[in-house]
């Protein structure tokens, strides 16, 4: 699998506690539409491949986000996750296959978080 696309939908207008959505596109070369089952010739039945999409910020120790999917040719997506507190990030999400070693991708993206809407009046009543 290879990435066709990855998009980071409001990156410019990310405001700290609200949702940061996120388009991705994976694409595959492949023949046909279905994959066969994964060689795993000691498990005891067809298993099928299987990816999980992580997306994290590393600097902080802090995961955004996971998903669990299967695909065959091409899959769109959006993922979701809450904007931290005000500030810069550097996040990466991972595409990692739980069935073969050596086809986990990474991909590194940047989101400027604003201040949210709510922030400076919770701000102004903690103090």
Known sequence: AEYGAVDVKNADNAR??????????LDRDM??????PVYAP???KDRA???????????NNHL?????LTFAKDIKMDLEFIAPVPGEYEYT????????????QEHEFSLKV??????AQTDEMES
């Open 42 to 44: 000691f498990y005891p």
């Open 114 to 119: 604003k201040e949210g809407k709510g922030t």
């Open 64 to 68: 955004a986000t996971i998903k669990r």
């Open 16 to 25: 700290s506690g609200e949702p940061v959505s996120l388009k991705v596109k």
């Open 49 to 59: 491949e299987a990816w999980w999409i992580v997306i994290g910020d590393v600097k």
């Open 93 to 104: 999400l991972y595409l990692m296959c739980d069935s073969y070693t050596g086809c986990d």
């Open 31 to 36: 023949e046909g539409d279905a994959l066969p």
